[in-house]
């Protein structure tokens, strides 16, 4: 049983389309991170959300906290090809990280 | 700044063998983190190492051990290798005592197979 729940599991979209992907819990973590993994590469850290309630903003990216600390939201504003990949979540609580499994993203031109 | 380098980034082995991987962090970082990848489960924490000593320990069974040198660099191990230890090993590093309080640096990983 994962920690952290991602949905959806797969998304394919066209591209100039908007998308929402989400990580939930049940546990209150300190801090939520999003990456993103490209095939054979490892994970790229996109934004660490800390408080509660926080929005951050990345280009078209825009991450949100949930106010209990619990879960996460990523939106994404007109999709590009560029944008493809799995996208991961990752939790901090009691001094370590854990991860959900991951949205696995594709967007066509 | 060179990112954080894994080697070798493929092996094949044979169940029952042990096998040994490398990670050098970026430099000046201090936490060595190691994740099992897979389809079905996503990532799952191994160990996390910082100045030579484990903090941290995921579910795994003992034949995944690991350790840290005094150059940060980390190896982690493997043996009586079975079937399902097929996966991509990750290893991160992060400036921070602990990985919840910094950013992880992945590296590649290393793309283990056993038949």
């Known amino acids: 049983t994962q920690l952290l729940e991602q949905s959806p599991q797969f998304l394919s979209i066209q591209e100039g389309e908007n998308l929402t992907v989400y990580c939930n819990s049940s546990?209150?973590?300190?801090?939520l991170q999003w990456y993103r993994q490209e095939p054979g590469e490892g994970p790229v850290l996109l934004v660490t959300?800390?408080?509660?309630?926080e929005v951050k903003k990345l280009k078209r990216l825009t991450f949100q906290f949930g106010d209990a600390r619990k879960d996460s939201s990523l939106h994404i504003t007109a999709a590009q090809p560029g944008d493809t990949g799995l996208y991961l979540c990752?939790?901090?609580?009691?001094?370590?990280?854990?991860f959900g499994a991951g949205t696995r993203l594709t967007v066509k031109p | 700044k060179a990112g954080v380098t894994q080697t070798p980034r493929y092996l094949i082995k044979t169940r029952g063998q042990q096998v040994t991987l490398s990670c050098s962090p970026i430099?000046?970082?201090?936490?060595v983190s190691w994740y099992q990848q897979t389809p079905g489960q996503g990532l799952q924490f191994l160990f996390e190492?910082?100045?030579?000593?484990?903090?941290n320990k995921g579910n795994f069974p003992g034949r995944f051990s690991g350790r840290q040198f005094s150059n940060s660099r980390s190896e982690m191990n493997v043996s009586t290798l079975e079937l399902g230890d097929s996966a991509l090993y990750l290893c991160?590093?992060?400036?921070?005592?602990?990985?919840?309080?910094?950013?992880?640096?992945f590296g590649n990983g290393t793309r283990l197979t056993v038949t």
């Open positions: 991160a590093s992060s400036l921070g005592v602990s990985s919840y309080n910094s950013p992880l640096h």
């Open positions: 546990s209150v973590f300190s801090s």
């Open positions: 959300v800390v408080t509660g309630g």
């Open positions: 990752a939790g901090a609580s009691n001094n370590d990280m854990r």
């Open positions: 430099s000046g970082h201090r936490s």
């Open positions: 190492y910082f100045s030579e000593t484990q903090r």
